[in-house]
């Protein structure tokens, strides 16, 4: 019944490179107003095969073997001029990165109108209409000046609605999102796709959704396929798939999920290791040609202490001022007044030869390895760097350490003269994490490390730092918008919004019981799979209470 009126249809699809299959034989329907979801791990194929729907694939990348069916026309036979015509006028694509996909050096309405005047005979004056008034419906404050300004003007989550806006302009029959709200926070993500959702059903839109956010797949998703390494292992009803999973690699993937995991009791009577007193940054305001712009408080008067051996999660939506403060307690942004005390001694006023020597027991894994590791160094070259500053140790000395490091973190010996490049993401992520280590850090600061990383992979990242702080005791300032590896990771959690604290509490008090309506939106907007003490997962979602209790689905 359901391939008489499937929007999308592909059959036995097989890609390849060279003779290198990375898409074999995968079969599966979308009907007309369904959302379907791809899910899998980094590397599984699934957003190649997205994207040879609209035949974008590398130049490297063919499509060996198998047909894809648009509404019973085959887009493998389409001629490239009869592709085009489908190509946003009918299939729409939102792709991970919308900076990427969006031309830095035109504005925004140019961008959208392009498709508009591509696919509908329209005036300049008619598209310009259209344009402002699907600004307005994504919810943009200022639709006009939206429409004459740039992409570097706005942040990830109004530039993913901008993008949004502009495939929805041509409502098309087939929305392809790839991967569509990947480091955005739980409010953005929620925004994002409740966005997505109702301007397909206006429309009668089906949706092709690839995810790694098992979560955010059960709360949305009708139907959903699991794929590893190139092939689809297990597909069906979202809620047969993910709640009760039939193939083991479905399993390992939902064992993936964060859970809450006992932490080890800690004692806080003594004296804490950083004390962060009434801190306030302040950004200047920008420069423009004929006036300047006012001052932005990032960060307002927080007071925060950490203690040796513990965790505390930064949690908030984009621009709390999460980062601003992780990176000002290394000395990577200006403070404007307040106090930071490492043991007693005050940051802000040492020596700068003082204060270098002792800010190098606070160290920083930053949110995307790839770009804090220099790509022309060696890994070994990379985690041995911050030992120059170590006078005691001999060059040997310094060796055996760094080998020492790359063991601690899970990677051999055979990585040792490697580039960056040549690491994949997690590997790249424990090479930042043994750099910050090899000094044995008094403090580790954490930027949002497991962002952009598939479930498997978060979860020996969040392992493996969970295990480094048992060893070395060091505590831990963990920034993220993902609540479940907070809800697995902190002992204490601080909600910032606007720059504040607006509540502060153990990891208990503000998952089962938040006081601040800001918390409280923050928990409603994120969905968990939990899985029960008989092993039964459960799709959870927090409702927006005083109690924040737990709404079992």
């Not at 009708?222 to 297990?234: L, P, S, Y």
């Not at 993910?242 to 993937?253: A, F, I, M, Q």
């Not at 930027?447 to 060091?474: C, H, Y």
């Not at 008989?534 to 927006?544: A, E, F, S, V």
Request: contains cysteine.
């Amino acid at each position: 019944m359901l391939s008489q009126r499937a929007v999308l249809s592909t059959r036995d699809l097989t890609l390849k490179v060279g003779n290198l299959t990375i898409v074999d034989g995968a079969s599966f329907e979308v009907a007309p107003g369904e959302i379907f979801a791809v899910v899998g791990e980094s590397g599984s194929g699934k957003t190649m095969l997205a994207r040879s729907i609209l035949n974008l694939l590398p130049a490297a990348v063919r499509i060996a073997d198998g047909s894809i069916l648009f509404e019973s026309t085959d887009l493998t036979k389409l001629a490239e001029r009869d592709l085009r015509a489908i190509r946003g006028g009918r299939i729409g694509m939102v792709f991970q990165e919308p900076m990427v996909s969006l031309n830095p050096s035109r504005t925004i309405g140019n961008q959208m109108m392009e498709g508009l005047r591509l696919h509908r005979r329209l005036s300049r004056h008619e598209a310009m209409k259209l344009c402002l008034d699907m600004l307005e419906r994504v919810r943009i404050d200022d639709p006009r000046g939206c429409f004459d300004a740039f992409p570097h003007q706005f942040s990830g989550g109004m530039r993913q609605r901008i993008l949004l806006a502009s495939v929805m302009l041509l409502r098309p029959t087939l929305l392809i999102a790839d991967e569509p709200t990947t480091a955005l926070d739980s409010l953005l993500q929620q925004e994002i796709m409740e966005l997505m959702v109702e301007l397909c059903r206006e429309n009668g839109a089906a949706v092709l959704l690839i995810s790694h956010d098992l979560p955010l797949v059960a709360r949305y998703a009708a139907r959903v396929a699991v794929m590893q390494k190139g092939k689809i292992v297990e597909q069906g009803p979202a809620r047969d798939v993910l709640l009760r999973p039939s193939h083991e690699y479905t399993c390992r993937l939902l064992d993936s999920l964060p859970s809450r995991v006992q932490r080890k009791s800690l004692d806080r009577s003594g004296k804490p290791v950083l004390q962060v007193l009434d801190l306030t940054i302040v950004h200047a305001g920008r420069r423009r040609l004929f006036a300047t712009s006012a001052p932005k408080k990032a960060v307002d008067h927080v007071s925060l202490d950490l203690y040796p051996g513990e965790t505390v999660a930064l949690v908030g939506a984009s621009g709390s001022g999460k980062t601003t403060l992780g990176r000002s307690l290394v000395g990577l942004i200006s403070t404007t007044a307040g106090k930071v005390l490492l043991d007693g001694e005050e940051l802000t006023e040492l020596h700068y030869r003082v204060g270098h020597a002792v800010r190098q027991r606070i160290q920083m894994i930053f949110q995307d390895p790839y770009s804090s590791l220099d790509p022309r160094m060696h890994i070994d070259a990379i985690i041995e760097e911050p030992l120059r500053h170590e006078a005691t140790l001999t060059s040997a000395g310094r060796r055996e350490r760094t080998l020492a490091v790359l063991s601690d973190v899970g990677l051999g010996r055979e990585f040792v003269g490697r580039f960056p490049h040549q690491l994949s993401g997690g590997q790249r992520q424990r090479v930042a994490i043994a750099r910050a280590i090899i000094r044995r850090p008094d403090i580790i600061i954490a930027d949002e490390p497991v962002s952009a990383l598939d479930m498997t992979v978060q979860k020996q990242i969040l392992d493996l730092l969970a295990e480094l702080q048992g060893r070395f005791n060091f505590a831990c300032i963990f920034i993220s918008h993902d609540l479940g590896a907070v809800e697995q990771i902190a002992d204490r959690v601080v909600v910032m919004n606007g720059g504040r604290f607006v509540e502060i509490g153990t990891r208990s008090e503000i998952f089962d019981r938040p006081q601040h309506p800001y918390t409280r939106r923050l928990l409603s907007a994120s969905s968990s799979l939990d899985r029960t003490m008989g092993g039964i997962i459960r799709l959870q979602t927090r409702r927006n209470d005083l109690g924040g209790r737990l709404a079992e689905q």
